[in-house]
T-cell receptor, first 115, second 112 residues
Framework: NAGVTQTPKFRVLKTGQSMTLLCAQD?????MYWYRQDPGMGLRLIHY???????AKGEVPDGYNVSRLKKQNFLLGLESAAPSQTSVYFC??????????????FGPGTRLTVL | GNSVTQMEGPVTLSEEAFLTINCTYT??????LFWYVQYPGEGLQLLLK?????DKGSNKGFEATYRKETTSFHLEKGSVQVSDSAVYFC???????????FGTGTRLTIIP
């Protein structure tokens, strides 16, 4: 099992450009999350999904959109990137049963710089 | 709302020293509590957890006890190693809530 994977690992954008970050999990987890990590601020939840076809806003959703068309994938989109979106983005997933119930599994992160 | 407060870093210790990283929480219900660890250049991974009062989570020599009376979940290790250098996050998940609330993280550096 690969667990949670994220693509790309690094990206540099210019202000106003758009991009999509892809998260994939092979653990058949129901819940998926997108976080951003900034120095001194811990992890902040951007959007999350409790199942295929559903999404919900987290703590800092402005400037981002998400989609969960397939259970294993969770996409994070930036329509018009801004320097304030320079951050490290983490995807995570959680299952509803089994020994890992209640545990969030994290991907390796995507480092995004917006110039 | 829910919140997690953990001791600010960075924390620098010598190898084999005793470690304590403080974590206190505020929750409206009966949360599960977690410690996650982030090694350089990696995502977070679960270190240990406790799901009810007086439970002790333990893993890799680290321990934390869920103290409801003091709303705390302090992380301890008796003898740290250089390989323990990482950022440690305390987190809670309220019952029936699918979201985690994280502290701001504590960077730990162990020097030989």
């Amino acid at each position: 099992n690969a667990g949670v994977t994220q693509t790309p690992k690094f990206r540099v954008l210019k202000t106003g450009q758009s991009m999509t970050l892809l998260c994939a999990q092979d653990m058949n987890h129901e819940y998926m999350y997108w976080y951003r990590q900034d120095p001194g601020m811990g992890l902040r939840l951007i959007h999350y999904s409790v199942g295929e076809g559903t999404t919900a806003k987290g703590e800092v959703p402005d400037g981002y959109n998400v989609s969960r068309l397939k259970k294993q994938n969770f996409l994070l989109g930036l329509e018009s990137a801004a320097p304030s979106q320079t951050s490290v983005y983490f995807c995570a997933s959680t299952g509803l049963a089994g020994v890992s119930y209640n545990e969030q599994f994290f991907g390796p992160g995507t480092r995004l710089t917006v110039l | 709302g829910n919140s997690v407060t953990q001791m600010e870093g960075p924390v620098t210790l010598s190898e084999e020293a005793f470690l304590t990283i403080n974590c206190t929480y505020t929750a409206t219900g009966y949360p599960s509590l977690f410690w996650y660890v982030q090694y350089p250049g990696e995502g977070l991974q679960l270190l240990l957890k406790a799901t009810k009062a007086d439970d002790k989570g333990s893993n890799k020599g680290f321990e934390a006890t869920y103290r409801k009376e003091t709303t705390s979940f302090h992380l301890e290790k008796g003898s740290v190693q250089v390989s323990d250098s990482a950022v440690y996050f305390c987190a809670l998940r309220d019952f029936g809530n699918e979201k985690l609330t994280f502290g701001t993280g504590t960077r730990l550096t162990i020097i030989p």
